[in-house]
């Protein structure tokens, strides 16, 4: 077997290549391997709509099933790439070898798990696939208390629609607040008092020990303090990590995921990386190197890619952005908070519709915008500008920020 362009990974990259390539007209052979059994489907609402019983899987497919082969576009699924051969341009599944022209690596992450006692008990889920998801509702039913390990994006949209159901919830956040990696300290008091106000046992700084098994379940968190935490099951939201195996041991550069250049080359010939799996130097957090978890950067990476494979130099160089929903919150966020000096409040959190916007040298780096969609659409110009703006301005919410003066 032979595609001009092999996709490996059928997830939001690896679906957004496919289809801007034949946006843009390419004409060869495409074939994508995955190793979900699904075609390429949304993963936020994993943890929100689809956990929550909202949205049906149907609903939340990236394109129709049919679609990818009136692109032709062939879908390998169910398949995993064991190893890369670089010099011979193949890759190999089960006994099979795939030979590529080019290659776009859309592999993603797993989530990282406990290694403690009980790691391994039957009810412990991480929140990643949909096959995670579908056995955790499997179970809801006959379920009353949950642990949530970790507290960030996905560990409290997790508790939010638990909550929601009815559940006993008790989020564990090892660091003195939640979101602590992500968001300043306005956003993680917000959120955690409106977590506890929806029934929530949320406790931070709070250290786990390990997890007590009976019968081959979880049944209980044991805390570092000698508390047991009674659970019927236990939710692992403690981050990811790249799947870049077969990559690296091919010789690909990289640690935190695979080395990229503007154009999301790798350092291997004809081979691309892209989303949560591609490091690279990104200009809003001023050029440092990192990896980016969010749809956005998934699809525009997979753009710059493939305008480069089409013959357009066109360098990733998109504003990063990020949703989450929490029960009847709906915070977006533009810019990277990282490196930020200070951080002004624009609005009430008692309202529950506000923004905190990260300044650095006098300069608006980024917003969390809760319930204040204005705020994010307006905001985004400042964190494209980098101009010095009047900043008793941009902390009143009565003045729109699409007509805050300079400093
Ligand atoms: C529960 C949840 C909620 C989220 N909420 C948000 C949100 O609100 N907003 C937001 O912007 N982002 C959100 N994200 C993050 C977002 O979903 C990811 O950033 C995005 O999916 C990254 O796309 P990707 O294509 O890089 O990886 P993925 O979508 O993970 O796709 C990678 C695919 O490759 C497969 N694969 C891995 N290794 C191999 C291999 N060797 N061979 C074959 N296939 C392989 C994987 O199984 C997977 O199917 C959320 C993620 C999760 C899990």
Same mark, same amino acid.
């Given at each position: 077997m032979n595609y001009d362009v092999l996709i490996v990974g059928a997830g939001h990259a690896g679906a957004q290549a496919a289809i801007s390539l034949r946006q843009l007209g390419f004409e060869g052979s495409i074939g994508m391997i995955g190793d979900e059994k699904d075609p390429p489907y949304e993963r936020p609402p994993l943890s929100k709509e689809y956990f929550a019983g909202d949205k049906s899987f149907d609903r939340i497919l990236i394109r129709p099933a049919a679609f990818w082969g009136e692109r032709k576009v062939d879908m390998l699924l169910?398949?995993?790439?064991?190893?890369?051969?670089?010099? @011979?341009?193949?890759?190999?599944? @089960? !006994?099979?070898?795939?030979?590529?022209?080019?290659?776009?690596?859309?592999?993603? @992450?797993?989530?990282?798990?406990?290694?403690?006692?009980?790691?391994?008990?039957?009810?412990?889920? %991480?929140?990643?696939?949909? !096959?995670?998801? !579908?056995?955790?509702?499997?179970?809801?039913?006959?379920?009353?208390?949950?642990?949530?390990?970790?507290?960030?994006?996905? @560990?409290?949209?997790?508790? %939010?629609?638990?909550?929601?159901?009815?559940?006993?919830?008790?989020?564990?956040?090892?660091? !003195?607040?939640?979101?602590?990696?992500?968001?300043?300290?306005?956003?993680?008091?917000?959120?955690? %008092?409106?977590?506890? %106000?929806?029934?929530?046992?949320?406790?931070t700084g709070a250290k786990m020990d390990c997890i007590e098994v009976t019968d081959g379940k979880a049944s209980a968190v044991l805390m570092a303090d000698g508390e047991r935490i009674e659970t019927d099951m236990v939710i692992v939201g403690i981050g990811i990590v790249p799947e870049t195996g077969p990559l690296i041991a091919a010789g690909a550069a990289g640690g935190n995921g695979v080395d990229v250049d503007e154009y999301c080359r790798t350092s291997l010939p004809d081979i691309y990386a892209v989303g949560d799996c591609a490091a690279h130097s990104n200009r809003f957090a001023g050029g440092a190197t990192m990896r980016l978890e969010s749809v956005q950067n998934a699809n525009d990476q997979a753009k710059t890619a493939v305008a480069h494979i089409m013959g357009k130099e066109d360098a990733y160089d998109a504003v990063p952005w990020f949703w989450s929903n929490q029960y009847d919150l709906k915070l977006q966020t533009v810019g990277l908070s990282i490196g930020h000096d200070k951080t002004i409040l624009r609005g009430d959190p008692a309202t529950r519709s506000f923004s905190v916007l990260y300044m650095k040298g006098g300069k608006v780096i980024a917003l969390d915008c809760v319930n204040a969609v204005k705020d994010y659409v307006q905001g985004r110009a400042h964190v494209l500008s980098g101009a010095l703006l009047d900043q008793a301005q941009l902390a009143d919410a009565s003045v729109p920020l699409k007509e805050v003066g300079l400093a």
């Open positions: 169910g398949k995993r790439v064991k190893s890369v051969d670089p010099q @011979g341009k193949f890759v190999t599944v @089960g !006994d099979q070898e795939i030979s590529y022209g080019r290659m776009i690596w859309c592999t993603g @992450g797993s989530p990282r798990m406990l290694t403690c006692n009980g790691a391994d008990a039957q009810n412990v889920h %991480a929140v990643r696939r949909r !096959d995670d998801v !579908d056995a955790m509702m499997a179970k809801l039913d006959s379920i009353s208390h949950v642990t949530v390990i970790g507290g960030g994006y996905i @560990g409290l949209e997790a508790a %939010a629609v638990l909550s929601k159901f009815g559940k006993k919830v008790v989020l564990i956040e090892a660091l !003195d607040r939640v979101l602590a990696r992500v968001a300043g300290e306005e956003l993680s008091r917000f959120y955690e %008092a409106e977590h506890r %106000a929806h029934g929530v046992d949320l406790r």
